[in-house]
């Protein structure tokens, strides 16, 4: 039976050519679960910057009035000026 020690042969042989590229195997599986989540990290990693610059740009602004910080869509904002509220604009301004 010389076809099969061939065969074990050739099994052998491609056994030791995996083993002995470990890299290239790695590659060529992307069912492994340590590479699943290496290229899943790398994706977070490339999401976190992106979401970390959010569609509305949250500004803060002092109060002309009582100096107190806030996001600018809360205050009230007139002639240039920006209060945390109606209130201290109408202060400030009479
Ligand atoms: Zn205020």
Redesign the pocket.
């Known amino acids: 039976m010389a076809l099969f020690a061939i065969l074990v042969l050739a099994f052998g042989a491609w056994l030791m050519y995996r083993l002995l590229r470990p890299r290239d195997d790695d590659e060529a599986q992307p069912t492994d679960p340590r590479h699943r989540t290496r290229q899943r990290t790398r994706q977070r990693r490339k999401e976190r910057p992106s979401r970390s610059k959010p569609g509305k740009t949250r500004e803060m602004l002092e109060?002309?009035?009582?100096?107190?910080h806030?996001e600018a869509s809360t205050?009230v904002r007139t002639g240039g000026r920006w209060?945390?509220?109606r209130?201290?604009?109408e202060a400030d301004a009479g």
Not at 63 to 68: A, D, K, S
């Open positions: 109060c002309r009035h009582c100096g107190v806030a205050g209060y945390c509220c209130e201290h604009a």
